[in-house]
């Protein structure tokens, strides 16, 4: 099985979360062979991938053309990270005359499967694999944060007065933010048809105005 | 036979460990801004001094997350797992011993496995167990129940297991005198004033909601959900699961995983090739009062709500089940004060 | 949960496989189901998924599934050959009240895969033949590509005992046309139909969709509530009424269905 990991547009956090798998990498090794990583390794050959990561998003027609190479080259193509997603933050910058544009992986070219989040779990990455070196797409089931947040005892954030994007942010994480006091900032995109209009007003008896609940929401999300 | 007894304070851990028997003891302790049940070994970190955990015992026996088997691949023999080892809840109020209850009609394998001590309680205002039904735990299932009085418990023998505790304890409890079971009445009066003044007739209520199945109503009432899952999620008798198989790297054994989901998110309702049964938000938040109030009844004879007032209070855009209820009735020129 | 082996695997059309599942010895003997119940399969390394059996209990010694590729799991599933080896759960539901169609004229209408289900049915009544009226198959796809059991379905259309009326989204190949003359949705098949009402068993399988006009034609037309039955989908984790995924007002479709009379619809909200 070979595997190749690209990276675009990004800070390179999620393909870092290959390290931090641990014992995991030395086991996927065993029945992987990691053919293309720039990031980590020198020797890199860029030819036929059972399963390829893209990082990052387009954000320049360099990154366009590697993506639809990878495309090319790849049975599977993963999207992995929130960059790839959605964007990414850098995708939040409205468009500027001079021809800015950032776009998620799967308007450039189809994706098999998203593996969002900033930066993508460690647990989800190693599950991820374990499914993809089997040869099945990796189990998703769209949730919210909020599912994790109440399993894992927290406090709600939103009850104390603060403000969290938990309900209407895709599960997955295991809702590490709140748990650690800070309101969810939604890195891992929508849930399912989330209730946009019942958030921001929400928010907006808190004392929020809507223009800061729409910058603080499409930080990471695709502005529709 | 039903004896009531007296256990002095300092009785708690001579309790805690004759409980040991039948399994690891989870019982209340404060963490963060409430209360969650959590397994201890000493009587000092339990704290009776709650109104509603945050989340039901159904946490422990109805695992979020459960490993349910195991099966290799290639030969498909597979291996339940899982269902080893029993449990003691401690201090269980009567609204979760009615949670419980249900739970174990949909899942009978449920009363084997726990060993249930109850625990008296005050009412907040967002508790209607009285309106419920599940106010006292008389009619629900528990082993002991333990009334908190001044300096020790007045302890009630639920069972036949329960009777096998206090035998061990023989020595340390006594039979309570007149006077302690006068005090536990008298507790039981104050209590129930306590309770808000408005009633909620959840019978007739849940022959409304039949009725007003079709209702524009819904649309307007759940306009603020945001979807989240959080009622469920913490309520004492949703059981609704998924489950999914994760093979390990090497391809060799495939877990089989069993987790909580919520009847709130779409997926719940997705089948293969993308249709939803339950596609717009109003017929989730219906289908969740249609099941509680209706639907339990129809599948095991006893409503899905035990107004414990978990999904009010912690429901982050404050949805109250008591209110959406009281809209209904009201909608229907009920006037439900009187 | 049982172990099977693939025996063969059928391409039905672009998206559809037909799979023969055989059991041990042991579980063999003692499989039994009735027309419309259901399997949960397990597709190694991917999951569970509820699988309708689309052969007759009158046929012995082996199960048919017919499986669309549509996800992740059955995406796997489709990979896989003979001498593969899978696991079933089952079977579940409680599948068509034959007994209540007897001496009864027999009408099945299926809508794309749909028609699985309801061959189980159909050969059941077929094997079963005297026992009753006529049988009317009413089946209706978007293009004769997806058209499932080709060859066994264009056998039958010369069958004297079983009337057949195919019905296609647009017609637009030749092949289209070879199929069926009629073009439009499975509804208007119904008024091609003559058959005394009274007398007449419906039993109904489509995408979700096509339900309600279905039930509204054949209301139309007089066939009375009690004698329509209509075969559910929903989603399905169990198969055991415990998941509580597949709920239609208080009905667990694994377990009160997946076949529901239409009587049972003013007391079940959410159905159609």
């Known amino acids: 099985m070979h595997i190749g990991i690209v990276g675009l547009t990004g800070c390179s956090g999620c393909q870092c979360q290959f390290l931090n798998i641990y014992g995991g990498l030395s086991k996927l090794l065993e029945r992987a062979k990691i053919d293309y990583f720039p990031l980590l390794q020198d020797d890199n050959v860029f030819e036929e991938f059972d399963v390829i990561f893209v990082e990052g998003s387009v954000t320049c027609g360099e990154d366009k053309e590697k993506l639809k190479l990878a495309r090319e080259k790849a049975r599977v193509l993963v999207a992995l990270g929130s960059c790839a997603c959605y964007g990414g933050i850098q995708a939040s910058i409205e468009e500027t005359a001079c021809g800015h544009f950032c776009l998620p992986v799967s308007e450039v070219v189809e994706v098999d499967c998203k593996l969002p989040g900033c930066p993508v779990g460690v647990e989800r990455l190693l599950e991820s694999m374990a499914f993809l070196v089997n040869g099945v797409k990796p189990f998703e089931y769209p949730m919210t944060v909020c599912h994790e947040c109440r399993i894992n005892e927290n406090d709600c954030i939103i009850l104390k007065g603060g403000i969290c994007q938990g309900p209407i942010t895709l599960s997955g994480c295991g809702a590490p933010c709140p748990q650690m006091g800070v309101g969810c900032v939604g890195c891992r995109g929508d849930s399912d048809f989330p209730n946009y209009e019942a958030f921001v007003s929400l928010c907006e008896s808190k004392g929020i105005p809507k223009e800061r609940v729409e910058k603080l929401l499409f930080l990471f999300r695709r502005r529709r | 036979m039903r004896i009531s007894w007296y256990l002095p304070e300092t009785g708690l851990q001579d309790l805690v460990d004759s409980l040991s028997s039948f399994g690891r003891l989870a019982a209340p302790v404060r963490r963060g801004d409430g209360h969650v049940y959590e397994f201890v070994s000493s009587a000092s970190d339990i704290d009776f001094n709650f109104t509603r955990t945050k989340l039901p015992p159904k946490k422990f026996l109805l695992p979020y997350k459960r490993m349910v088997g195991v099966y290799h691949p290639e030969s498909m023999d597979y291996t339940p797992v899982g269902n080893e080892g029993g449990i003691v809840l401690l201090g269980v109020h009567p609204c979760d011993l009615h949670g419980i209850e249900v739970l174990a009609r949909f899942f009978p394998e449920l009363r084997e496995k726990a060993f249930v001590v109850g625990v008296s309680c005050l009412p907040d205002e967002h508790c209607f167990c009285l309106d419920a039904g599940s106010a006292f735990a008389e009619s629900a299932l528990f082993d002991l129940f333990l009334v908190l009085l001044e300096g020790g418990f007045l302890l009630f023998v639920g069972s036949a297991k329960g009777i096998g505790v206090v035998e061990k304890l023989k020595g340390l409890i006594r039979e309570a005198t007149e006077e302690e079971i006068f005090l536990c009445r008298k507790f039981l009066e104050e209590r129930t004033k306590l309770f808000r003044k408005r009633t909620l007739p959840l019978a007739g209520t849940s022959l409304l909601i039949e009725a007003l199945y079709h209702s524009q109503v819904w649309e307007e009432l759940s306009k603020d959900c945001l979807g989240c899952g959080t009622c469920t999620n913490v309520c004492p008798t949703c059981f609704c699961f998924a489950s999914y198989d994760v093979p390990d790297i090497e391809g060799r054994k495939v877990k089989r995983v069993e987790f909580a989901t919520s009847c709130q998110y779409p997926v719940h309702s997705l089948v293969a090739g993308g249709h939803y049964f339950r596609p717009s938000l109003s017929e989730r938040f219906k289908h969740r009062y249609y099941h509680k109030l209706v639907g339990y009844t129809r599948q095991v004879g006893k409503a899905g709500c035990v107004g414990c007032g978990r999904c009010s209070f912690f429901c982050p855009v404050g949805i109250r089940m008591e209110e959406v209820l009281e809209r209904l009735l009201y909608d229907q020129g009920v006037n439900h004060r009187c | ?272």
């Open chain 3, 1 to 272: 949960m049982i172990r099977a082996l693939i025996t063969d695997v059928e391409v039905l059309s672009p998206f559809h496989k037909r799979f023969t599942l055989a059991f041990e010895p042991l579980y063999a003997d003692s499989w039994s189901h009735r027309p419309g119940q259901f399997v949960m399969l397990t597709v190694p390394m991917a999951g569970e998924v509820p699988i309708s059996i689309c052969s007759s209990p009158t046929r012995r010694g082996f199960v048919e599934l017919t499986v669309r590729e549509v996800g992740r799991k059955t995406g796997v599933l489709h990979r896989l050959s003979e001498g593969d080896v899978v696991g079933i759960r089952g079977p579940f539901g409680n599948g068509f009240p034959v007994e209540r169609f007897k001496s009864m004229n027999v009408m099945l209408i299926a809508g794309g895969l749909g028609m699985a289900p309801l061959r189980s049915l159909l050969w059941y009544v077929l094997d079963r033949r005297e026992l009753f009226g006529e049988i009317y198959l009413l089946y209706g796809t978007k293009s004769y590509q997806q058209v499932l059991y080709k060859d066994e379905l264009k056998r039958l259309s010369s069958r004297k005992d079983v009337h057949c009326l195919f019905i296609l989204d647009k017609l637009e190949t030749q092949e289209d046309r070879e199929w069926t003359p009629v073009e439009g949705l499975i509804p208007d098949l119904i008024d091609y139909v003559e058959t005394d009402p009274e007398r007449t068993c419906v039993a109904v399988c489509g995408p979700p969709v096509a339900y309600r006009f279905i039930v509204k034609k054949l209301l139309q037309r007089g066939f009375p509530k009690g004698n329509i039955f209509l075969s559910l989908e929903r989603r399905m984790e169990c198969g055991q009424g415990r998941c509580g995924n597949c709920q239609i007002g208080y009905k667990f479709t694994c377990k009160d269905g997946p076949v529901f009379s239409l009587l049972e619809e003013d007391l079940v909200p959410g159905m159609l």
